[in-house]
Antibody
Framework: QVQLLQSAAEVKKPGDSVKVSCKAS????????ISWVRQAPGQGLEWIGW????????DYAQKFQGRVTMTTDKSTNTAYMELRRLRSDDTAIFFC?????????????????WGQGTVVLVSS | SYVVTQPPSVSLAPGETATITCAGN??????VHWYQQKPGQAPVLVIY???DRPSGIPERFSGSNSGNTATLFISRVEAGDEADYYC???????????FGGGTKLTVL
């Protein structure tokens, strides 16, 4: 079946970087993009950005520009989200979601498939 | 950046109809999706393109979208519907994918 499997929890120190992976299965990887969503403890969902395995295009939320890089590896059907210069308020659960947009973000299509989430704890 | 606003919480008794709103400037011109998230779980899509239901979602879930408000309706609410609900839209400038702040539904 279609699923996204994310990497295990991470513990980082302030100033570190973290790279979360999201392995897709059950569908053609390049037919869909991947969006990343963050959820801080007790808070709501926050869109971080989008990446296309098809053309490697990216689109990042303004808040994260300069600090985030999203990539994909078509040989392993895996998407990656790297967040740099971590702060304590980056402590959150990070979700990947299958995004129907695979060329650019010009339409609003729903996220029908989500990964299970990866906990990132930033603490000194 | 486009902002969508949800009430923080909605409480009601079993069997009643829940109404969860998502307010935004001319949101009626956009497609709205709704997600349900239970504690410790990933979000689940319950309504997409304003009022379509994914397979497996009960008919009790429906939606509407007009003017400056989109609405998620859950009829005959059950204890199992207790969750956080988020609306999500697309915007042409700034951040393209925008979530509302979420509404916690409590079934008394």
């Amino acid at each position: 079946q279609v699923q996204l499997l994310q990497s295990a929890a991470e513990v980082k120190k302030p100033g570190d970087s973290v790279k979360v992976s999201c392995k897709a299965s059950g569908y053609k990887f390049s037919d869909y993009g991947i969006s990343w969503v963050r959820q801080a403890p007790g808070q709501g969902l926050e869109w971080i950005g989008w990446n296309s395995p098809y053309n490697e295009a990216t689109d990042y939320a303004q808040k994260f520009q300069g600090r985030v890089t999203m990539t994909t590896d078509k040989s392993t059907n895996t998407a990656y989200m790297e967040l740099r210069r971590l702060r304590s308020d980056d402590t959150a659960i990070f979700f990947c979601a299958r995004d129907p947009a695979n060329v650019d973000l010009t339409a609003n299509d729903p996220f029908k498939i989500w990964g299970q989430g990866t906990v990132v704890l930033v603490s000194s | 950046s486009y902002v969508v606003t949800q009430p923080p919480s909605v409480s009601l008794a079993p069997g009643e109809t829940a109404t969860i709103t998502c307010a935004g400037n001319n949101i009626g011109t956009k497609s709205v999706h709704w997600y349900q998230q239970k504690p410790g779980q990933a979000p689940v899509l319950v309504i997409y393109y304003d009022n379509d239901r994914p397979s497996g979602i009960p008919e009790r879930f429906s939606g509407s979208n007009s003017g400056n408000t989109a609405t998620l309706f859950i009829s005959r609410v059950e204890a199992g519907d207790e969750a956080d609900y988020y609306c999500q839209v697309w915007h042409s400038t700034g951040d393209h994918r925008v979530f509302g702040g979420g509404t916690k539904l409590t079934v008394l």
